[in-house]
């Protein structure tokens, strides 16, 4: 490991230390938290609110924006429910990538599918490598109420259709590792509860 030599005249000590560094950052255990639930669920809020919290624990930390994924990895999918699950194997593939090399993957993305969620856990069960799935059980009714971007709106006024859980299905997880109820608690506690989960588990 050259690269860590102490330049002349340095301190002993200096080369030591950033191999101490070193081997607490390869040794720390990633692991990927998906959060599905239905539009407007609280599922991106719940996320971020949690990396800042493990940020300031010292993990490292990504979250997997659904949107942002569309817009740059899964540009020329649609919504039939081939092109959803190969975007959710795709998100898959890169939070296990994530995951295996020390990173905190969270997902706050729909992933509708019971067979698909399913699909990313089995790939994570293969490679090793920690997966929580997380349920924000949001009632439609409230997600309609809050509509943050505006989606329910349009499919009641008829301008888009497969909006899922109103017009296209939304298959709810039966057994996830956790379920929240994010319309009865505050975003903070909703984090802490996801938190908690993480550190039973021996993953924060």
Known sequence: MAALHSPPGAPHGTHEVSDTADVQEISMTGATVWLTGLPSAGKTTIAHALAERLRGEGRRVEVLDGDEIREFLSAGLGFTRADRHTNVQRIGFV????ASNGVTALVPVIAPYADSREAVRKRHQAEGSAYLEVHVATP??????RDVKGLYAKQAAGEISGLTGVDDPYEQPESPDLRIESHTQTVQESAAALHALLVERGLA
Do not use: F, H, N, P
Not at 140 to 145: K, L, M
């Open 140 to 145: 439609v009714e409230v997600c309609s109420e």
């Open 95 to 98: 939070a296990e990538l994530l």
